[in-house]
């Protein structure tokens, strides 16, 4: 079993910054790919960033290219994700994952965090 936290989320402006954090628990953190999702209001939750086991490879779902960058901290059990230039469409519940092999599919995620929510403003 692995738990996870997410914490960071808030109410931001259109162009403004946010990082949210997850710190993990329990199973052995750096044998878990890493990733974040979101759900918007009305929305299918959707894939947005991952990170491999040790870090070196990342994936974005192309709107956050650019934007958000997902890095990890296997010494502290905690992943990160930098949001930057944040825009209206980025308001979502945003839920942070645990998998065995890297994946942007959410059914390839075993574990999951609460959500912590983020609203822009415009």
């Known amino acids: 079993q692995v738990q996870l936290v997410e914490s960071g989320g808030g109410l931001v402006q259109a162009g403004d910054s946010l990082r949210l954090s997850c710190e993990a628990s329990g199973r052995s953190f750096s044998n878990y790919v890493m990733g974040w999702f979101r759900q918007g209001p009305g929305k299918e939750r959707e894939f947005v960033a991952s990170i491999s086991w040790s870090g070196s490879r990342t994936y974005y779902t192309g709107s956050v290219k650019g934007r958000f960058t997902i890095s990890r901290d296997n010494a502290k059990n905690t992943v990160t994700l930098q949001m930057n230039s944040l825009k209206p469409e980025d308001t979502a519940v945003y839920y942070c994952?645990?998998?065995?092999?890297?994946?942007?599919?959410?059914?390839?995620?075993?574990?999951w965090g609460q959500g912590t929510q983020v609203t822009v403003s415009s």
């Open positions: 994952a645990a998998a065995e092999r890297l994946s942007t599919d959410r059914g390839s995620y075993d574990y």
